[in-house]
């Protein structure tokens, strides 16, 4: 019995894994192992002889179960150990700048927008970029052979031959968005809706796909003063300037009456632009009272209610404030570009901190 003892604790000391161990475990202690078949004898024997051999044989049973479950948990240790040691993470390792992606300055300046107006209390409206030519013309006081629906170098939606309803459109504008607001919202009402919009034009100043920012507001007695005060602060928070100089010009669009385009007093210095100085105007955006008719496709009682509404080019005053030359890189993917013109992920534009920082 001494002989097993040290045979099977020094197999459990030199089991070098799990697997090895349990072969020792079934070796001695198995329903077929030594230990096992020992045990069984015990019934042949005499009982006095049963009386020696049977608590010794019971204690080195014990004593080898207990070395085995001791081995066992030393092995899970080492294990444990070893994993720690080769799955480790440096924590206060610096993250890596490089591979993080940057806001595109579109999105960048959308967000900015909409944080200036959001603090004159409009809320953002959407619509979907394919349009019905209703809402894209018709209601804006575009009718069929009205001039402008050629002037915008509309895209049509094929239809299907034989199918002779009018096609839609990508939109040519966000102003189908101001019709959309009126009907779910009524009067009053302040929205901007940001947005891509589609024209067939392709050079240095134009893309085919572009963007730009509505704005519509609905009230009793809201007048042109209205509209030049949103407009100034508008400019002053985008620009972050003290002062903006803007300059209303009597315009033309179906949709409002009176219309005025609206520049912006700027001066060019070494490529670098300064607004609210200098001789120069540039023109930002398209404005006016909504059009009586206009209203009146958007179920508001034009005799109770008034509107104004603008429209800016989101990527042209992007270019503007930030310095970049080509509107056609916006829109190339170059990830130089993107990495020298992108904003971190978490610089999000708020009036109180500063727009652009
Ligand atoms: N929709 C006009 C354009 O695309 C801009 C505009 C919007 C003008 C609202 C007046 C009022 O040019």
């Known amino acids: 019995m001494d002989d097993l003892r ?17 072969e020792v475990r079934l070796a001695a202690l198995g329903k077929k192992g030594e230990i096992s078949l020992k045990m069984r004898e015990l019934g042949g024997m005499s009982p006095e002889d049963r009386q020696i051999a049977g608590p010794k044989l019971n204690a080195l049973k014990d004593e080898i179960a ?13 294990a444990l150990d070893d994993r720690l040691r080769t799955e480790w993470l440096d924590v206060t390792l610096p993250g890596r700048p490089r591979r993080e992606g940057t806001i595109h300055p579109i999105s960048q300046v959308m ?3 909409t944080a200036i107006f959001a603090d004159m209390g409009f809320s953002v409206a959407e619509g979907p970029q394919i349009e019905s030519d209703w809402y894209n ?6 009718p069929a052979e009205h001039p402008t629906r050629t002037e915008m170098d509309t895209f049509y939606m094929a239809r299907p031959d034989g199918d002779d309803r009018p096609p839609h459109v990508l939109r040519t504008h966000t102003s189908p968005v101001q019709i959309r607001a009126m009907q779910h919202q009524g009067a009053p009402l302040r929205v901007i809706a940001p947005g891509r919009v589609y024209r067939s034009d392709y050079d240095q100043t134009h893309t085919p796909m572009f963007h730009q920012l509505e704005g519509l507001a609905v009230d009793r ?19 972050e300037v003290e002062k903006a100089e803007l300059r209303f010009r009597a315009s033309h669009f179906p949709f409002t009456e009176p219309s005025a385009e609206v520049d912006l007093r700027c001066s060019w210095k070494d490529g670098q632009l300064k607004v609210g100085e200098g001789d120069s105007w540039m023109e930002i955006l398209g404005s006016g009272m909504v059009h009586p008719k206009v209203l009146q496709a958007g179920n508001i009682d034009p005799s109770q209610f008034q509107g104004f509404a603008f429209g800016i ?14 509107l056609r890189a916006f829109f190339d993917s170059d990830l130089r570009w993107l990495r020298h ?3 971190a992920g978490l610089d999000v534009p708020t009036l109180h901190r500063g727009l652009s920082r």
């Open 313 to 326: 080019g989101i990527d042209r005053i992007a270019m503007l404030k930030y310095g970049i030359p080509d």
């Open 221 to 239: 007695d809201l007048s042109m003063a209205n509209l030049k005060w949103c407009l100034e602060e508008f400019v002053r928070a985008f620009f």
């Open 66 to 78: 207990s070395a085995l479950a001791a081995r066992k948990a030393a092995l899970a240790d080492a």
């Open 111 to 113: 967000e900015e927008i």
């Open 341 to 343: 013109y992108g904003f």
């Open 6 to 22: 040290d045979r099977y604790l020094a197999a459990v000391a030199g089991a070098a894994d799990e697997a090895a161990l349990e």
């Open 137 to 142: 013309f018709d209601a804006l006081n575009i």
